[in-house]
């Protein structure tokens, strides 16, 4: 596609957490990371707007998103495929 990164832009994995918006799904993606104290390990939620051009991607899928140039004033990613569905 035109003015997309390559395919060296990051890529996260989460779940479609909303598909309430035409063409935009909010992906929650979950990470490790270790107290900087207590090194205990936190988990730690980030929530990013994808952009899903065929509206293929439900609630509750498990997505893989690749960062891409901004498409709207908080869109810079887009769903490259969908790993697994919601039963």
Same mark, same amino acid.
């Given at each position: 596609?035109?003015?997309?990164?390559?395919?060296?832009?990051?890529?996260?994995?989460?779940?479609?957490?909303?598909?309430?918006?035409?063409?935009?799904?909010?992906?929650?993606?979950?990470?490790? +990371?270790?107290?900087? #104290?207590?090194?205990?390990?936190? $988990?730690? &939620? !980030? =929530?990013? %707007?994808?952009?899903?051009?065929?509206?293929?991607?439900? +609630?509750?899928?498990? #997505?893989?998103?690749?960062?891409? $140039?901004? &498409? !709207? =004033?908080? %869109?810079?990613?887009?769903?490259?495929?969908?790993?697994?569905?919601?039963?």
């Amino acid at each position: 596609m035109r003015g997309e990164m390559g395919s060296k832009g990051k890529e996260r994995i989460g779940v479609v957490v909303s598909d309430k918006m035409n063409k935009t799904r909010v992906v929650q993606v979950e990470r490790l +990371v270790a107290h900087p #104290v207590y090194k205990k390990i936190i $988990r730690r &939620l !980030s =929530k990013f %707007k994808a952009h899903d051009e065929e509206n293929k991607s439900k +609630v509750g899928d498990k #997505v893989r998103i690749r960062e891409t $140039r901004p &498409l !709207s =004033k908080e %869109k810079r990613w887009r769903i490259v495929e969908i790993l697994g569905e919601k039963k």
